[in-house]
């Protein structure tokens, strides 16, 4: 009984501490936000800077933002600044000046950013404004704060003091937005540039007339969204049976994938070795069924008619942003979805 007591004790006084720390934390906060001295936003914006560093979804809906900063300000350079796995997807857009590629853990790593080659290169451009894309976090905060622009926008949070590393911290519950695209826009419009409220499709441009063929792009990290191999492979029987459409062929990440099984059903393996190879070579199907994620982006940003795999809630966030897009949905399992209800809304475009 005794034992009890003194849990209880060490628990109540284990909690009334870390209250009173994160009072503490917050007066000081406080104190330091009203003391912060901004920037000014400068008179002439000639040169900014595009901080996207992860995720090929996210490069992909960034794209059409920077068209139409650069239609309204065709004078504007715009640079940004990527990591090498989304990197290649700006070389698609001619409105972007410069593409930088950042390597964070090289150089003693985020701590040490400071010292990384392409941040002092980058500092020494001296931007007009550099606009943190990617949500709230300390490392996007730091890298911004280290290229020391003349006027910096991103995500805060209100409480931690990474907010005070930008002049413009824009605070918003991010489950009030509808979409990733709304997201990112709102950072636009608050570094105070002005775009179209409503964006042109995503776009990386016209490869190769689509044929009547049908891609599968199975390969996601997400557990909740991998459709089982058995159901993909009742489609591609049932397609290919039916002959309404002419091949199904496969996209994997890797030959180590294990749904180079699928070839056992009659798909057709498709090796790729680079993403502008994949790019290129997924141009020339006209159907593709995908599960959520980059693959599904480039898709849609082809103009193809994508069919999506999903096992998350949020779907509607991260889609992309295009037309003839079907999403099949059910985040209690992905194997509740029947391969036929697929099949019948391919078969309807």
Known sequence: MMFKYLTLIKNFWNDSLQKFRHFLLGIMYLTFKSQKKTNPYPKNVKK???????RLGDAINLLPIINAIKKNYPDI???????????????????????HILNENGWLGQNFLFLNPIIRKLKNENFDLVIA???????LAKITYFLKPKYSVGMGSNKLFFDLLYDKAVIKDKTKFKSQLEEMTVLIKAARLVIPKKLPYTNLGSFNKPKNWLAICPDVKRIESQY???????????????KQIEKVAFFTGS???????LARYGGK???TASLKDFISALSNYKYVLTAEGGSAHIAAALGLYVFI?????NQNYWKPHAKNIRTFTNSISVNKIKPESIIKFLYKF
Do not use: H
Not at 309 to 313: A, D, L, N, P, Y
């Open 48 to 54: 900014i800077l595009l901080i996207r560093r992860n």
């Open 77 to 99: 350079k715009i640079n940004v600044l990527a990591n090498k796995y989304n990197s290649q997807v700006f070389e698609y857009c001619s409105a972007i000046s410069d593409i």
């Open 133 to 139: 894309l990617g949500g709230y976090t300390s490392r």
């Open 228 to 242: 089982p191999i058995n159901l993909y492979g009742e489609i591609i029987q049932k397609i290919l049976k039916d």
């Open 255 to 261: 030959s180590d994938s294990r749904y180079i099984r």
């Open 269 to 271: 393996y498709i090796k």
């Open 309 to 313: 795999i999903s096992g998350t809630k």
